[in-house]
């Protein structure tokens, strides 16, 4: 029984990925006015809502970070940098895909260091270079699952300004 116990505790453990999240956010704070603080860091769904799967976070006083966590498959995810700012609040989001093995993740660049991220990134990259809104919608339809997922916000927004388009070019002719 205790060995029948074993395998499925490591059969169950094996299901799911592990991976780390390390960078520098220190870059995070020259977009605010001088005085500001990270007050906080924490993994969001890309939808905004609670990243729930166990994991476990660190912040150094110097923005240095790391995550440690386990997802069942590849997931697009969400670092939410909570910043205090002389008078009020901030937040910067930093979107990546949590997949098995150590991604670096700095603000004001792309994560690196697993191949779906380079992949994803380099596809989002290439879409965004266009200038054009309907070929970026296009590009988006025939990208991946996770490309989709993490352009979700820049889709509904490019839609949102064709719709706008086409109405101001219907009432005006």
């Given at each position: 029984i205790l060995l029948i116990l074993l395998v499925a505790y490591i059969?169950?453990?094996?299901?799911?990925?592990?991976?780390?999240?390390?960078?520098?956010?220190?870059?995070?704070?020259?977009?605010?006015?001088e005085g500001s603080v990270i007050s906080d860091i924490s993994l969001k769904n890309i939808d905004?809502?609670?990243?729930?799967?166990?994991?476990?976070?660190?912040?150094?006083?110097?923005?240095?970070?790391?995550?440690?966590?386990r997802v069942p498959e590849p997931v697009a995810l969400?670092?939410?940098?909570?910043?205090?700012v002389p008078g009020g609040n901030g937040t910067t989001r930093l979107r990546f895909i949590a997949e098995s093995g150590t991604i670096s993740l700095d603000?004001?660049?792309n994560p690196y260091g697993t191949s779906l991220n380079e992949i994803v990134f380099k596809e989002i990259d290439n879409i965004k270079s266009h200038n054009d809104s309907e070929t970026i919608l296009r590009l988006i339809e025939e990208s991946s699952s996770l490309t989709k997922s993490i352009l979700q916000d820049t889709e509904k927004g490019l839609r949102s300004r064709l719709a706008l388009e086409q109405n101001v070019e219907k009432t005006f002719p």
């Open positions: 059969t169950s453990c094996n299901t799911k990925e592990t991976f780390v999240v390390k960078g520098d956010l220190a870059g995070c704070l020259s977009s605010y006015q905004g809502s609670d990243f729930t799967e166990k994991h476990r976070l660190s912040l150094e006083p110097d923005g240095k970070y790391m995550i440690k966590g969400i670092l939410e940098v909570g910043v205090t603000f004001g660049s």
